[in-house]
C-alpha cells in the first residue's frame, strides 16, 4: 500500500479536484467496407461500426463502475472518408453521412469523426466532393464530425483548398443560421494532423493505425487549476518553477490513471491499446476551464500580458510530467483553448482583454489552434481562409499541429453572443479588425513547405 | 523445523526487535516474515518464525519474555497451520478512507458492513487528531460482489455520520503513485 500522505493525495485528486476521464475514442478502419454500390457501401461500414463499437459503452461502464471515476464522453473515430469514399460523389458522400449518424446514434456515441480529407498537397476529386459536401453534410447529420488537414510541415500550405473550404464555412454557417452557424463547431481544418487525436472534432484514425485501437483523452483543466490553488493556498510556493513541478506532477497522476483505463476499456473491447492525450480539453462549465488555470497562476486578466508565457509553462508542464508517466502519450498532448468552450476564456473576450490577435499568439505555445472562435456572419470567405493561414503556418513552421474551428455567426456582428449550446458552449463574436487581404489569399495556389521540413 | 507465529506488545523502548531476534536466532530459529508497528508509545510485533523440532511452544514464549524486564515482553505464540486452498477467495483489493469529525461507533459501524458484505480487513489504520478522524483501511471484495454497490453504501454510511468515506481500486493508487508502468498492474505483476 502506497503511504499515507500518497493514498490521501489521490483521493483529494478523485474527490474534490473530479478527475474523470474526459474521452473514449474507439478508432476503426473503415477501408474494407467501401464498395462502388453507395448502398452496399453504407451498409458495410454502418455494420462494422456498430460491430466494432456496440461492446464499447458497456465495456466504459463497467470499468468506470471498477474504479469510480467517470468516462465523460465515449466516442468513434473511422478512416478518413474522402479516400474510402474515392469514385463517390457529393450525393453518395452525404448519403454516407446519414449512415453513419445512425450508426453513431445506434452504438450510443455521441459524435463520431472521420468524415475527412488529407489534402495538404493537393486535392483528389473525393477530396474535393467531401469538402463540398460538409455544408449538406454538417447541417443534416448531428453526430458526425469533419476535419481537413490543409496543410503540413512537409507539403506546405494548400490555399486552394483553403479558399475552398472558407466558402463551405459559409455555407455551413447559412445552412445551420438558427442555430448560430452551429454546422461549423463541428469542423476543424488542420497543419499537421494526429492520426491518434481522441478528441472531437479532429478526431479520425489514420491510415497508419491498427484495426480497431482505443484512445483516450484524460481528465479536464479543473484538477489541475485545483492542484494549484491548493498548492499556492498552502502558502508552499516560492516561485513558477513550483507551480511547474505541481503540474507536472499532477499531469503524472491523471496520465496514469488514463492510461490504466484506456488499457483495461481496449482488453474488454477487443482493441489495440493506442495513446493517452495529454490536452486539458475544457469544458463550458465553471471550474473546468484553461483560462481558470492561468488565473490560478496569477494572470488577473486571460489576455493581458504574461498569458503566452503562462500558458507556455502549464503546456510544458504538462507534457513533461505526462511523458514519464506513460510511453504511449500521443494525440494532441497540449492545452486547447476553445474560446466558446471555455467559459473564462469567452468571458476574457468579452471584457476585451483576450483579442484574436492574442489568441493567435498563444496558440503558438499550445495546441490546439483559432479553437471556436465566433466571428461576424458577414466575414467574406477569404478572410476566413487567411485566418486559417495563418494559423496554420503557426504549425507548418514551428512543426506542431495546429487548427482552426472557425464559425461565422449569420446575421450577428462583433460583440454580439453567438450560443452553441451543450459542450459547446457560448461565446461574444471576435472582431476581426482588418480583413484587407483579399489580393493575397486569392492568389491561392500552395505555400511551399518551409527549409523546416528538409530535414532528412 | 516447526513453523509458529508469535506476536510480542510492549511498550515501547530501543531494542525490543533485536531482543526478539536474538533469543529466537539462539534457539536456532530463522524469522520468514516481520511487521512491526509503534501506536500511541506502545510497541507490536508479529512475526512468522521456523524454529527446531525439540523447541516447544512454551520455551520460545519464555526464551523472548527473559529478554525484557519481568512482565515487560507480553507474548504470544501459537503453530503456524496454512489457509487452506478452499478458504483462499478470489477477490480484489481496495482501500477504504473515512475523514471527518470524530464521534464513537465509527469504526464498529463501517467494519460492520464490511463484514455483513463477506469483505476481509487487510490492513487497517486510524486516528484522531485535533478532533479529526482518519480511516485508511485496505480490504479484499470477492469476486461477485458489486463494488459499484459497495461504494455506494460506504459513500452513505460515511453521509450518516458527517463524513467523507470513499472506496477505490488498488490500482488506481498504484497507477498514480508508483513509477512502474501501467501496463504491469494489468498483467497483474
Known amino acids: 500500500m502506497p503511504g499515507y500522505d500518497d493514498t490521501f493525495q489521490t483521493i483529494e485528486m478523485l474527490q474534490s479536484e473530479h478527475l474523470d476521464v474526459r474521452a473514449v475514442n474507439m478508432g476503426i478502419d473503415?477501408?474494407?467496407?467501401?464498395?462502388?454500390?453507395?448502398?452496399?457501401?453504407?451498409?458495410r461500414v454502418k455494420e462494422k461500426i456498430l460491430r466494432c463499437a456496440s461492446p464499447l459503452i458497456d465495456a466504459c461502464r463497467k470499468v468506470s463502475r471498477r474504479y469510480g471515476i467517470p468516462i465523460v464522453n465515449k466516442r468513434v473515430a473511422i478512416s478518413p472518408i474522402a479516400d474510402v469514399m474515392a469514385g463517390h460523389d457529393i450525393n453518395?458522400?452525404?448519403?454516407?453521412?446519414?449512415?453513419?449518424?445512425?450508426?453513431?446514434?445506434?452504438?450510443?456515441?455521441?459524435?463520431?469523426?472521420?468524415?475527412?480529407?488529407l489534402v495538404q498537397k493537393g486535392m483528389t476529386v473525393s477530396d474535393r466532393a467531401l469538402i463540398?459536401?460538409?455544408?449538406?453534410?454538417?447541417?443534416?447529420?448531428?453526430?458526425?464530425?469533419?476535419?481537413?488537414?490543409?496543410?503540413?510541415?512537409?507539403?506546405?500550405?494548400?490555399?486552394?483548398?483553403?479558399?475552398?473550404?472558407?466558402?463551405?464555412?459559409?455555407?455551413?454557417?447559412?445552412?445551420t443560421a438558427e442555430a448560430d452557424g452551429f454546422g461549423c463547431c463541428k469542423l476543424s481544418i488542420f497543419a499537421n494532423i494526429p492520426e491518434d487525436n481522441p478528441f472531437m472534432a479532429g478526431a479520425y484514425k489514420g491510415i497508419g493505425e491498427p484495426e480497431t485501437v482505443i484512445n483516450i483523452g484524460v481528465s479536464g483543466p479543473g484538477v489541475v487549476k485545483r492542484a494549484i490553488e491548493k498548492f499556492c493556498g498552502s502558502g508552499s510556493c516560492r516561485g513558477l518553477g513550483d507551480i511547474a513541478e505541481q503540474i507536472k506532477s499532477t499531469a503524472f497522476r491523471v496520465t496514469r490513471c488514463g492510461e490504466l483505463i484506456g488499457r483495461e476499456v481496449a482488453e474488454a473491447v477487443g482493441a489495440q491499446f493506442g495513446i493517452v492525450d495529454l490536452s486539458l480539453a475544457p469544458t463550458p462549465q465553471v471550474g473546468d476551464s484553461v483560462g481558470e488555470i492561468l488565473q490560478a497562476m496569477g494572470i488577473d486578466k486571460v489576455g493581458g500580458p504574461g498569458s503566452t508565457a503562462a500558458l507556455a509553462m502549464l503546456n510544458d508542464a504538462v507534457k513533461k510530467g505526462g511523458a514519464f508517466a506513460s510511453s504511449s502519450v500521443g494525440g494532441l498532448s497540449g492545452a486547447f483553448v476553445p474560446v466558446a468552450e471555455d467559459s473564462a476564456l469567452a468571458a476574457a473576450v468579452e471584457s476585451g482583454y483576450?483579442?484574436?490577435e492574442k489568441l493567435e499568439a498563444m496558440t503558438s505555445v499550445c495546441s490546439v489552434g483559432?479553437?471556436?472562435?465566433?466571428?461576424?456572419?458577414?466575414?467574406?470567405?477569404?478572410?476566413?481562409?487567411?485566418?486559417?493561414?495563418?494559423?496554420?503556418?503557426?504549425?507548418?513552421?514551428?512543426?506542431?499541429?495546429?487548427?482552426?474551428?472557425?464559425?461565422?455567426?449569420?446575421?450577428?456582428?462583433?460583440?454580439?453572443r453567438a450560443v452553441f449550446g451543450g459542450l459547446f458552449g457560448e461565446s461574444p463574436i471576435l472582431d476581426i479588425r482588418s480583413d484587407t487581404s483579399n489580393d493575397f489569399v486569392s492568389m491561392g495556389g500552395r505555400i511551399p513547405a518551409p527549409l523546416t521540413s528538409l530535414n532528412n | 523445523m516447526k513453523d509458529y507465529i508469535l506476536t510480542v506488545m510492549a511498550q515501547d523502548r530501543v531494542?525490543?526487535?533485536?531482543?526478539?531476534?536474538?533469543?529466537?536466532?539462539?534457539?536456532?530459529?530463522?524469522?520468514?516474515h516481520v511487521s512491526q508497528t509503534v501506536m500511541c508509545g506502545y510497541f507490536t510485533l508479529i512475526i512468522s518464525v521456523q524454529v527446531p523440532d525439540k523447541c516447544s511452544l512454551l520455551e520460545i514464549r519464555q526464551a523472548i519474555e527473559r529478554k525484557g524486564s519481568v512482565g515487560e515482553l507480553e507474548v504470544n505464540v501459537r503453530p503456524y497451520e496454512p489457509v487452506p486452498e478452499s478458504q483462499i477467495r478470489k477477490s480484489e483489493r481496495f482501500t477504504l478512507t473515512i475523514v471527518g469529525k470524530d464521534r464513537p461507533g465509527i469504526i464498529a459501524r463501517a467494519t460492520e458492513h464490511l463484514a455483513s458484505r463477506n469483505i476481509n480487513i487487510?490492513?487497517?489504520?486510524?486516528y484522531v487528531l485535533d478532533g479529526r478522524f482518519v480511516m485508511l483501511v485496505q480490504v479484499s471484495i470477492p469476486e461477485g460482489v458489486d463494488v459499484d454497490d459497495v461504494r455506494s453504501e460506504i459513500e452513505n454510511l460515511g453521509k450518516e455520520f458527517e463524513l467523507t468515506a470513499q472506496l477505490q481500486h488498488e490500482n488506481i493508487f498504484r497507477a498514480t503513485n508508483e513509477v512502474r508502468p501501467v501496463i504491469d498492474l494489468q498483467r497483474g505483476s
Open chain 1, 30 to 43: 473503415v477501408f474494407d467496407c467501401a464498395d462502388p454500390d453507395i448502398n452496399k457501401a453504407c451498409k
Open chain 1, 92 to 117: 453518395d458522400l452525404v448519403q454516407l453521412a446519414h449512415a453513419l449518424d445512425e450508426a453513431a446514434e445506434e452504438a450510443g456515441v455521441d459524435f463520431i469523426g472521420g468524415y475527412s480529407a
Open chain 1, 132 to 175: 463540398e459536401s460538409l455544408p449538406e453534410a454538417l447541417s443534416q447529420t448531428r453526430r458526425i464530425c469533419a476535419s481537413v488537414n490543409a496543410a503540413s510541415t512537409r507539403a506546405g500550405i494548400n490555399v486552394e483548398a483553403l479558399l475552398l473550404l472558407g466558402r463551405v464555412l459559409r455555407e455551413i454557417a447559412a445552412r
Open chain 1, 354 to 356: 483576450l483579442t484574436l
Open chain 1, 370 to 416: 483559432l479553437d471556436m472562435i465566433a466571428l461576424p456572419g458577414d466575414t467574406s470567405p477569404e478572410t476566413l481562409t487567411a485566418l486559417a493561414m495563418d494559423e496554420l503556418a503557426i504549425g507548418v513552421v514551428n512543426r506542431k499541429t495546429t487548427s482552426v474551428r472557425l464559425i461565422p455567426v449569420p446575421g450577428k456582428n462583433a460583440g454580439e
Open chain 2, 15 to 32: 531494542g525490543i526487535v533485536r531482543d526478539v531476534a536474538s533469543a529466537l536466532t539462539e534457539l536456532g530459529g530463522n524469522i520468514t
Open chain 2, 122 to 126: 487487510d490492513d487497517f489504520y486510524a
